[in-house]
Every structure is written in structure tokens, then in C-alpha cells.
């Protein structure tokens, strides 16, 4: 007989998960770094993302934020689909963009997480929120890669 499956954490417990690891942390803004989590899982399930996409919108950051440490993703309650997701999200200290751009192209369910990633860090009300040079970094950085990722901005994707 096999060993029955441990049951995985409802989309509830993740959100729970994502908001406590990530609990006091702030924006570029100064906002609360919860807002992003919960545009960026928005955007996903707007996009017509499943289950296993919105639960790595929550998580996206926690690795590479340090909010999460990876060890623990591999132990939670989450499908392997998920992990993956999160884990290619997850930029490495001084990777190029090329590699890191490639990493979400070859895991299935990742471009459209970074796709959401990006639009909302790239909203014109939310860039408008910090100064001039910041801006035009930040600005540019999206844009490039969007053009790496082979995403078009348009009025859901600035």
C-alpha cells in the first residue's frame, strides 16, 4: 500500500504563510510589502492562472527576500509546480538577467507569475511614488526584462 499524499496548504494558508514571512518588511514606497504580494496573486488569477501559479504569487519574493529560506519551501505543503515556480522566481546574488530570464522560460507557470511580478512593479501610480532617478532605474530594469521575457507592454503589463 502506498503512503497517502500530505495534504497541501489551502490557498488560505498560504496567503497566511506569504503575509507572516514577510511581516514588517516595506516596499521602495515605503508601503507595506503585503500590497504587492496580493496585487501580484491578483494579477496571476486575473491572468487566468491556477492554483499552483497564485500560490507562488504569495511566495515569489520569500526565498530571494530572505523571508522564506529555501530549505523550508522544500519542506512545505506545497506542489512540486509550485516550488519550482517560486525557486525560478527566486534571482541568485550576481546573476545576470539573461540567466535568470531563461530560468522562468524553462519552468512551466513562471513566465505568467513574472509577468504579474512585473506589471505591478512597474504600475505608473505605484513608480510615482519614489523619486526621479529610482524611477528611471526601476523603469528601465522592467522594461528590460519584459524584452528578455518576450512580454509586450499594454495597458495590464506597463
Request: proline share 8%; charged share 25%; no cysteine.
Amino acid at each position: 500500500m502506498t503512503p497517502a499524499a500530505a495534504p497541501q496548504l489551502t490557498p488560505a494558508q498560504v496567503e497566511a504563510l506569504a503575509l507572516a514571512a514577510h511581516a514588517g518588511q516595506t516596499d521602495k514606497a515605503g508601503r507595506p510589502y503585503a500590497e504587492h504580494l496580493r496585487a501580484v496573486a491578483r494579477g496571476v488569477r486575473g491572468r487566468g492562472g491556477d492554483a499552483d501559479q497564485i500560490a507562488a504569487a504569495w511566495l515569489h519574493d520569500a526565498v530571494e527576500d530572505d523571508a522564506l529560506s529555501e530549505d523550508r519551501l522544500r519542506r512545505a505543503a506545497l506542489s512540486r509546480r509550485t516550488k519550482d515556480i517560486v525557486l525560478a522566481l527566486t534571482k541568485r546574488p550576481g546573476e545576470p538577467p539573461e540567466s535568470y530570464a531563461a530560468r522562468i522560460l524553462a519552468t512551466p507557470g513562471a513566465l505568467l507569475v513574472k509577468e504579474s511580478d512585473l506589471a505591478h512593479n512597474a504600475d505608473p501610480a505605484r513608480l510615482a511614488a519614489l523619486d526621479a532617478p529610482t524611477r528611471a532605474r526601476l523603469t528601465e530594469k522592467y522594461a528590460h526584462m519584459r524584452a528578455l521575457l518576450g512580454l509586450r507592454a499594454g495597458p495590464d503589463n506597463p
